[in-house]
């Protein structure tokens, strides 16, 4: 073991003697990860930007399942294994072995639409070279949705990972969206490669121009404002992961080429590295902790009592606020569902008429000498087809709408905590003579705020298409009786597949606001929890006797010693060997 591991381990069994439960469970995770030496490497991005492609690339073999399917809350790990198989953790706490032709049943929303399974993870071995190499790759299901990536699972695989693969699409271009994910993966790996995925969808110049203008935002998102002075964020590899997966692409060799490089010579030195940093961020929130208790205990009397309760009241501010912004998500999902309600009113009776125009064409034309028997079947056939796809579409009209105004309160909330959290650190210098570290939250609250929806296609067009036909008269008679029935059907139809569609997005929508209401009590929780402990431990130690306060101050002294010394020790660590390598 070098002095650098050493360092390390010694520092990890120290601060889980010190920690809570959670920090425990954190630094256990740490400690197997680097005792199996295998890195995981986050594949991030938003959605349908070929993660789970590029990763079956890497792989070698389809093994992910991939395509226009969105997958569900389950982030996908995948690991070496000589038998391959698929472990499923559930939310009840048991396991199951599956084979690997599970996956699709597990993972994806058709074959566990909502996660009705109740998937908590799942994990893949398989047998594959890249993986041999000590590595693990995390699948995530969109990293950049309130509802069926749970957030508690977002913030999991961010806090986790060591290093990232961050997978944009050439076509469309980065949003700002993906820049903010940028950013907070950025700030949390060791190492993060760039992936412009779907290069075959443009050509050579445009390609060209899509990677300069990507590399701009990029370097923006790490450090810049205006896409000049930013952080380098290293090369950004154009490729196309299907073109790979499906015969070969040099763009794709050329990433293969460097990450197997980078696992070589790098894999170690950034898992220690990460496992440093996640530990220092615990040593330093728990420093602040003793901090504050000291520092509230020796100003306990007078004036200087009157300045510890003054902040007190601005931590209750926080955590207030932290109510608060529950409400906030509250009312921004009252107002959706509102807006939601309204447009399915206004869109049914205007969608039924621009069906039925739609579907005049076709009887006027292609099935105006058609039979009646004929007229009703094929027609029915195109009246489903034109329902289907009218409600559709404004089913995915009114999701971009839900979608963005979540994207909203996202935003605002996670600004509103770090504004807080500003507030703490600069209130803790000015009353307390303190320098808190108050770590920042990682990222949006909600690292993903994408839905998802069972298709009510096949139920649409068994319901349309249901019923045996009609007897119809003979002649122009009955093909005008048969178009007059299609007719008088359509806005019935149209109106009913708005209202399952409504249905559907009413559903998500409050579950999306359950999630990110969670979310938020859980991150200001994470906030002001440790500062809260110290100021009540504090106010305890007033009402103690001398000998009793004096003997606290020497374990809370000792306490601060020690994680110092585990500081102390992680940055012995993080010195060791090379330097990590930022934004490759």
């Given at each position: 073991?070098?002095?650098?591991?050493?360092?390390?381990?010694?520092?990890l069994?120290q601060?889980?003697a010190?920690?809570?439960?959670?920090?425990?469970?954190?630094?256990?995770?740490?400690?197997?990860?680097?005792?199996a030496a295998?890195?995981?490497?986050?594949?991030?991005?938003?959605?349908k930007?070929?993660?789970?492609?590029?990763?079956?690339?890497?792989?070698?073999?389809a093994?992910?399942?991939?395509?226009v399917?969105?997958?569900?809350?389950?982030?996908?790990?995948?690991r070496?294994?000589?038998?391959?198989?698929?472990?499923?953790?559930?939310?009840?706490g048991?396991?199951?072995?599956?084979?690997?032709?599970?996956?699709?049943?597990?993972?994806?929303?058709?074959?566990?639409?909502?996660?009705?399974?109740?998937?908590?993870?799942?994990?893949?071995?398989?047998?594959?070279?890249l993986?041999?190499?000590?590595?693990e790759?995390?699948?995530?299901?969109?990293?950049?949705?309130?509802?069926?990536?749970?957030?508690?699972?977002?913030?999991e695989?961010?806090?986790?990972?060591?290093?990232?693969?961050?997978?944009?699409?050439?076509?469309?271009?980065?949003?700002?969206?993906?820049?903010?994910l940028?950013?907070?993966?950025?700030?949390?790996?060791?190492t993060?490669?760039?992936v412009?995925?779907?290069?075959?969808?443009l050509?050579?110049?445009?390609?060209?121009?899509?990677?300069?203008?990507t590399?701009?935002?990029?370097?923006?998102?790490?450090?810049?404002?205006?896409?000049?002075g930013?952080?380098d964020?290293?090369?950004?590899?154009?490729?196309s992961?299907?073109?790979?997966?499906?015969?070969?692409?040099?763009?794709?060799?050329?990433?293969?080429?460097?990450?197997?490089?980078?696992?070589?010579s790098?894999?170690?030195?950034?898992?220690?590295?990460?496992?440093?940093?996640?530990?220092?961020?615990?040593a330093?929130s728990l420093?602040?902790?003793?901090?504050?208790?000291?520092?509230?205990?020796?100003l306990?009397?007078?004036?200087?009592?009157?300045?510890?309760?003054r902040?007190?009241e601005?931590l209750?501010?926080?955590?207030?606020?932290?109510?608060?912004?529950?409400?906030?998500?509250?009312a921004?999902?009252?107002?959706?569902?509102?807006?939601?309600?309204?447009a399915?009113?206004?869109?049914?009776?205007?969608?039924?008429?621009?069906?039925?125009?739609?579907?005049?064409?076709?009887?006027?034309?292609?099935l105006?000498?058609a039979?009646?028997a004929?007229?009703?079947?094929?027609?029915r056939?195109r009246?489903?087809a034109?329902?289907?796809?009218?409600?559709?579409?404004?089913?995915?009209?009114?999701?971009?709408?839900?979608?963005?105004?979540?994207?909203r309160?996202d935003?605002r909330?996670?600004?509103?905590?770090?504004a807080?959290?500003?507030?703490?650190?600069?209130?803790?210098a000015?009353?307390l003579?303190?320098d808190?570290?108050v770590?920042?939250p990682a990222?949006?609250?909600?690292?993903d705020?994408?839905?998802?929806?069972?298709t009510?296609?096949?139920?649409?067009q068994?319901?349309?298409?249901?019923?045996?036909?009609?007897?119809?008269?003979?002649?122009?008679?009955g093909?005008?009786?048969?178009?007059?029935?299609?007719?008088?059907?359509?806005?019935?139809?149209?109106?009913?597949?708005?209202g399952?569609?409504?249905g559907d997005?009413q559903?998500?929508?409050?579950?999306?606001a359950?999630?990110?209401?969670?979310?938020?009590?859980?991150?200001?929780?994470?906030?002001?929890?440790r500062m809260?402990?110290?100021l009540?431990?504090?106010?305890?130690?007033?009402?103690?006797?001398?000998?009793?306060?004096?003997?606290?101050?020497?374990?809370?002294?000792e306490?601060a010693?020690?994680?110092?010394?585990?500081l102390?020790?992680l940055?012995?660590?993080?010195?060791?060997?090379?330097?990590?390598?930022?934004?490759?």
């Amino acid at each position: 073991m070098s002095d650098g591991d050493g360092a390390l381990d010694g520092a990890l069994e120290q601060l889980a003697a010190l920690g809570t439960d959670r920090d425990r469970e954190q630094i256990a995770a740490l400690r197997d990860r680097l005792a199996a030496a295998r890195l995981r490497v986050l594949v991030a991005g938003e959605a349908k930007r070929g993660k789970s492609t590029l990763i079956n690339a890497l792989l070698g073999r389809a093994v992910l399942p991939a395509g226009v399917t969105p997958l569900t809350a389950v982030a996908t790990t995948v690991r070496y294994g000589d038998d391959p198989r698929v472990e499923v953790r559930f939310g009840d706490g048991h396991e199951e072995k599956q084979p690997l032709s599970a996956l699709p049943e597990l993972v994806t929303e058709r074959g566990n639409p909502g996660n009705r399974r109740r998937v908590a993870s799942v994990t893949v071995h398989l047998d594959a070279p890249l993986l041999a190499g000590g590595v693990e790759l995390v699948d995530t299901p969109g990293t950049g949705s309130v509802y069926e990536w749970d957030t508690a699972a977002a913030r999991e695989a961010l806090q986790t990972m060591d290093a990232a693969v961050f997978v944009l699409a050439a076509d469309p271009p980065v949003s700002a969206a993906e820049r903010d994910l940028y950013a907070t993966v950025t700030g949390l790996s060791v190492t993060t490669f760039t992936v412009l995925n779907k290069a075959d969808h443009l050509d050579a110049a445009g390609l060209a121009e899509a990677t300069e203008f990507t590399r701009r935002v990029l370097a923006a998102a790490a450090g810049g404002h205006d896409g000049q002075g930013g952080r380098d964020p290293g090369r950004v590899y154009a490729l196309s992961a299907r073109a790979a997966l499906n015969g070969g692409d040099p763009g794709f060799d050329e990433f293969t080429a460097d990450f197997t490089a980078y696992l070589a010579s790098r894999r170690m030195s950034d898992l220690r590295s990460a496992a440093v940093m996640r530990a220092e961020r615990i040593a330093r929130s728990l420093l602040d902790e003793v901090a504050l208790t000291r520092r509230a205990a020796e100003l306990a009397v007078g004036d200087a009592a009157d300045q510890v309760d003054r902040f007190g009241e601005r931590l209750t501010e926080v955590v207030v606020r932290g109510r608060d912004a529950v409400a906030v998500v509250n009312a921004e999902s009252g107002r959706l569902l509102t807006a939601l309600n309204e447009a399915a009113e206004a869109s049914g009776p205007r969608l039924g008429g621009e069906v039925a125009g739609r579907l005049d064409e076709v009887l006027e034309t292609e099935l105006r000498d058609a039979s009646p028997a004929e007229i009703e079947r094929r027609g029915r056939e195109r009246l489903a087809a034109l329902t289907l796809a009218a409600a559709e579409a404004w089913r995915e009209q009114r999701r971009q709408v839900i979608e963005d105004g979540l994207a909203r309160t996202d935003v605002r909330l996670t600004a509103d905590l770090q504004a807080a959290l500003d507030v703490l650190r600069d209130s803790a210098a000015e009353l307390l003579g303190l320098d808190l570290a108050v770590p920042a939250p990682a990222g949006r609250l909600a690292e993903d705020r994408r839905f998802f929806f069972t298709t009510a296609e096949d139920i649409g067009q068994t319901e349309l298409l249901a019923g045996a036909i009609r007897r119809s008269l003979p002649g122009e008679a009955g093909r005008r009786r048969a178009r007059e029935h299609l007719r008088r059907e359509t806005p019935g139809l149209v109106e009913s597949q708005i209202g399952r569609a409504r249905g559907d997005l009413q559903y998500r929508l409050s579950e999306a606001a359950r999630s990110l209401a969670r979310s938020v009590q859980q991150r200001y929780a994470d906030a002001t929890d440790r500062m809260q402990s110290a100021l009540a431990a504090a106010a305890g130690l007033r009402h103690v006797s001398q000998a009793t306060a004096e003997e606290k101050e020497r374990e809370l002294s000792e306490r601060a010693a020690v994680l110092h010394h585990v500081l102390a020790q992680l940055a012995e660590a993080g010195n060791a060997g090379d330097q990590p390598v930022a934004g490759r």
